[in-house]
């Protein structure tokens, strides 16, 4: 059974740091491109960033609102992923969530997210 | 970045009704397009990936359809659990992923 499990997130001050990690089991972790996603209290999801996998040279792409202060990684030896955030700003409270990228079949590859975690409250306030 | 246009933003409907949400993107993406539902407190869900294809254990009564910037999620006959928000989510090649707005389905 696949799995995705968030932690890491809490209160912390405007302009304080943070690392999120998303734990994952039963399938081949890095064999997949990962995201991370975030979603606002009473608002829709946000796109935060992805990091793809190791025959992608684990290459990375971010929001533009959060591009310059977060940061993903992963560690395929662990099974897990990773979201460093600084400079964190009140804006960036919200529930984020880590998902799996579905492999490319066939000729087509439209990269949807078919699993996701449970999520992981991040609350930016002093 | 393409921007994502869902509607409407909710709608009430009963149950057995043929409910249909439309998403439209500001340039062609393709069938690029996916489809999620998402309960409160609760992490969304896969239900269409390609704009046309139904994800493994979705009932078959969800279906959708589009190519190029306009798109359709409908449901045939709506049921007590379908009561939820449901967002649009394009993955053209090279753009940063966006999400349409959402669409809450709430009980008439």
């Known amino acids: 059974e696949v799995q995705l499990v968030e932690s890491g997130g809490g209160l912390v001050q405007p302009g304080g740091s943070l690392r999120l990690s998303c734990a994952a089991s039963g399938f081949t972790f890095s064999d997949h491109y990962m995201d991370w996603v975030r979603q606002a209290p009473g608002k829709g999801l946000e796109y935060v960033g992805r990091?793809?996998?190791?025959?992608?040279?684990?290459?990375?792409q971010y929001a533009a609102s959060v591009r310059g202060r977060f940061t993903i990684s992963r560690d395929d030896s662990k099974n897990s992923l990773y979201l460093q955030m600084s400079g964190l700003k009140t804006e960036d409270t919200a529930v984020y969530y880590c998902?799996?990228?579905?492999?490319?079949?066939?000729?087509?590859?439209?990269?949807?997210?078919?699993?996701w975690g449970q999520g992981t409250l991040v609350t930016v306030s002093s | 970045d393409i921007q994502m246009t869902q509607s409407p933003s909710s709608l009430s409907a009963s149950v057995g009704d043929r409910v249909a949400i439309t998403c439209r993107a500001s340039q062609s993406i393709g069938s690029y397009l996916n489809w999620y539902q998402q309960k409160p407190g609760k992490a969304p869900k896969l239900l269409i990936y390609?704009?046309?294809s139904l994800q493994s254990g979705v009932p078959s009564r969800f279906s959708g359809s589009g190519s190029g910037t306009d798109f359709t999620l409908s449901i045939s006959s709506l049921q007590p659990e379908d009561f939820a928000t449901y967002y649009c989510?394009?993955?053209?090649?090279?753009?940063?992923?966006?999400f349409g707005g959402g669409t809450k389905v709430e009980i008439k």
């Open positions: 990091i793809r996998n190791k025959a992608n040279s684990y290459s990375t």
């Open positions: 998902a799996r990228i579905s492999l490319c079949s066939g000729g087509s590859c439209p990269r949807p997210l078919d699993y």
């Open positions: 989510q394009q993955t053209n090649s090279g753009s940063p992923l966006t």
């Open positions: 390609a704009a046309s």
